[in-house]
């Protein structure tokens, strides 16, 4: 079986796009197939991992990702995130992919680790990626990116701090509601209506009402006002 598995996923190293997807569909089958046997999983995550690793292409390597987004556990953490730290920012995004559904903090420390040297695309997954895991740790870096001169980044950067929500998060959002930039201060003030929707989840349902009474002030942009007035009322 090990044999096979190997024999299986590593025919898909040369797969290009538009190529027949029948070496594709040979592992999507053991994956299915696998689906009750536990070590013959991990035996096809090991392969999937063998050929990020490997000079495969990047249709193939996009593939595994893909299919380590379904199978994927803590065996497969490393080889993903040397591809975080990859020039090709598609391959960032493949690997921002595959560590999506993980809950290992393991996932947390790569991504952190990533951010210092993403660009582009890459660097946007990341960011993006560290807000859905509302990861506390990675709040003061992602606060630094806030002052990045590109708006999608500095865009990125304030809607994950919203989501992360934590009290070094939920500050940065409140320093910069207060600067001299417009389209800054409302993105900020959005991301603190998100927070504290976040922490009214989280039982923190005093820390939230502080946020809907700062936010509902005459300078808040009207329809976030009505968002913090409507919540706050619940």
């Given amino acids: 079986m090990q044999m096979e598995i190997e024999k299986t996923v590593a025919a898909v190293k040369s797969y290009g796009f538009g ?6 569909a ?3 089958a053991l994956i299915n197939a696998s689906h009750a046997d536990l070590a013959a999983r ?12 490997d000079e495969a292409t990047l249709a193939a390597k996009q593939f595994a990702s893909k299919k380590l987004w379904a199978i994927g556990t803590d065996a497969s953490i490393p080889a993903l995130e040397k591809l975080l730290a990859d020039p090709d920012q598609v391959m960032v995004e493949a690997a921002c992919y595959a560590l999506a559904r993980q809950p290992s903090p393991k996932v947390g420390q790569a991504l952190r680790n990533a951010l210092s040297n993403a660009r582009g695309n890459g660097l946007l997954a990341i960011i993006n990626l560290l807000g859905e895991r509302q990861d506390a740790a990675s709040a003061a870096r992602i606060a630094e990116l806030t002052a990045n001169a590109e708006p999608l980044v500095y865009d990125s950067a304030i809607c994950a701090l919203g989501k992360i929500a934590s009290p070094e998060a939920v500050a940065a959002l409140e320093k910069l509601r ?10 900020a003030a959005h991301a603190l209506l998100q927070s504290a929707q976040q922490l009214s989840k989280r039982g ?5 009402a502080r946020i809907y009474s700062s936010l509902n002030h005459p300078d808040t942009p009207t329809h976030i006002r009505r968002g913090a007035s409507i919540a706050q009322r619940r």
């Fill in 19 to 24: 190529d027949s997807r029948d070496t594709l």
């Fill in 26 to 28: 040979a592992v999507e």
């Fill in 42 to 53: 991990r035996r096809i995550e090991l392969a999937l991992v063998r050929l990020l690793e």
């Fill in 178 to 187: 207060k600067t001299a930039d417009a389209k800054k201060s409302e993105l």
């Fill in 204 to 208: 923190d349902k005093k820390n939230a």
